[in-house]
C-alpha cells in the first residue's frame, strides 16, 4: 500500500517553483533583447576609493618657563665702630646746672577772725520771776497749757519786746508778755567782749496744782 501524502506535495511544489524562476528569468531576458538600446541603462560601478585615515599628528608640548631666579638679598653694609679696640676712653667730662633760685616766700598773713558770740543767759538773780501768775479765768476754767514767746533782749539784760510764737491760750500769752517785760532779766550777749542786743526763745508752762 503506497501512500502519497506530504512527501509527494513537497516534490510536486518544488517542481513548480523551479518552473516559475525559469520562467521568470526567461522574460527579463526577452523584455531585454526586444527593448532598445536607449532603453538600457548602462550601469557603471564606480571603484571604492579607501583613503587611509592619517592620525592627527599633536601639537608640541611647549616646554614650562625656567624657575625665576630668587632675588639676591641685599648685604648688610659693614660700619666701622665709633670706638675701636686699643683706643683710648675719654671720660666724659659733666657740667653741672646752676641750682635753680627758690621763689620768695610770701609773708603769711592772718586770716581773719570772725567775732566771737556769746548768746544772752538768764540772769541767776531773776530766775524766780520768770513764772508769771496763773491766769484766773483760766484756773477757773480749768485749763492747763503753755506760751511760746520770742524777747528782744537789750544790752542792760531787760527785755525791750515781746512776740508770741505759740500759745494754748491767748491768755496764757499774755500774763507771759507782762512778767517778761516786768521782771525777766538776762545777761545780755556779747560779740568781741561787747554787749549787745540779741533775741532768744522762752517757752513757759501753766500747770494746775492739786
Known amino acids: 500500500m503506497t501512500h502519497g501524502g506530504f512527501l ?25 533583447a526586444l527593448a532598445p538600446p536607449e532603453a538600457i541603462q548602462r550601469i557603471v560601478y564606480l571603484p ?30 659693614r660700619v666701622d665702630p665709633i670706638v675701636r679696640a686699643g683706643d683710648p676712653v ?13 621763689p620768695p616766700v610770701l609773708p603769711q598773713i592772718p586770716a581773719a577772725s570772725e567775732p566771737a558770740m ?7 538773780s531773776a530766775v524766780a520771776r520768770f513764772q508769771p501768775d496763773y491766769p484766773p479765768e483760766l484756773v477757773r ?22 512776740e508770741m510764737v505759740s500759745a494754748t491760750h491767748p491768755g496764757f500769752f499774755d500774763a507771759t508778755k507782762r512778767q517778761a517785760l516786768r521782771y525777766w532779766k538776762f545777761r545780755p550777749a556779747t560779740k568781741d567782749g561787747i554787749a549787745t542786743e540779741s533775741w532768744r526763745t522762752m517757752t513757759v508752762r501753766f500747770t494746775l496744782k492739786d
Open 141 to 162: 476754767a480749768e485749763l492747763e497749757g503753755s506760751a511760746t514767746v520770742r524777747v528782744l533782749i537789750g544790752i542792760d539784760g531787760r527785755v525791750k519786746a515781746v
Open 90 to 102: 675719654r671720660p666724659i667730662e659733666l657740667t653741672p646746672l646752676p641750682p635753680r633760685p627758690l
Open 8 to 32: 509527494d506535495q513537497g516534490k510536486t511544489t518544488n517542481k513548480i517553483g523551479l518552473t516559475l524562476v525559469i520562467a521568470g528569468h526567461a522574460a527579463v531576458l526577452a523584455a531585454l
Open 48 to 77: 571604492t576609493i579607501v583613503e587611509s585615515i592619517r592620525e592627527a599628528t599633536p601639537p608640541p608640548v611647549e616646554p614650562p618657563p625656567p624657575p625665576a631666579a630668587e632675588p639676591e638679598q641685599a648685604q648688610p653694609t
Open 118 to 124: 556769746l548768746p544772752a543767759t538768764i540772769d541767776p
